[in-house]
């Protein structure tokens, strides 16, 4: 029944980021009708656009392996409410995320005894890939706003390509290997 009542609501955030807008250009997976193909698109023509250029683009693929437990839930409350995400959504989306309890097998935790998880977002939950998705956003927004002439050939107009993301997936583009530290 949980799984069901997950779904139906990731099911209305789903339609909410589409007719809201509330994901960047750069961040296509979680949303409705996109697939990582079209993350590819961008990325393969910035590449080309440079190399024609006689330019040379540095890429770093990142996978943040812990993207769902690390999740500060209070800040990801103030990012739905800043996107729009109102009550009674957001209460209800409180209520499932603000606490979790696991068992874990461990020597000194009782075999029948739970153990409650303070922060981040339940793996396997069907929400939690759109959730992370809303609150990279927030992320990928300040990377813009502080890089905004990271651009390829899109569609119709230039696109921003600072940053790809793909849920917890994450490709960073430089003209410069300085930009990355080592």
């Known amino acids: 029944m949980g799984k069901t009542f997950d779904s139906i609501l990731d099911t209305r955030l789903a339609i909410f980021t589409k007719e809201n807008d509330t994901y960047t250009k750069a961040q296509y997976g979680s949303k409705l009708e996109h697939n990582a193909i079209d993350a590819m698109f961008p990325l393969l023509s910035h590449i080309q656009s440079q190399k024609m250029n006689n330019k040379v683009i540095y890429c770093a693929m990142l996978d943040f392996e ?14 739905l409410h800043d996107r729009g995400i109102q009550d009674p ?12 309890h696991v068992r874990v097998l461990h020597p000194y935790i009782k075999e029948h005894e739970y153990v409650e998880i303070q922060r981040g977002l339940a793996e396997g939950s069907a929400l939690s890939p759109r959730l992370y998705a809303m609150f990279l956003s927030s992320l990928l927004q300040r990377l813009r706003d502080r890089f905004p002439n990271v651009t390829c050939a899109g569609r119709n107009a230039p696109q921003w390509i600072g940053p790809l993301a793909y849920v917890d997936d994450l490709c960073l583009c430089v003209e410069s290997i300085s930009f990355f530290p080592y």
Do not use: E, G, I
């Open 66 to 79: 812990t993207a769902y437990p690390l999740v500060s839930r209070p800040q990801l409350y103030l990012n």
């Open 89 to 100: 959504m957001l209460t209800v989306l409180k209520s499932l995320t603000k606490t979790h």
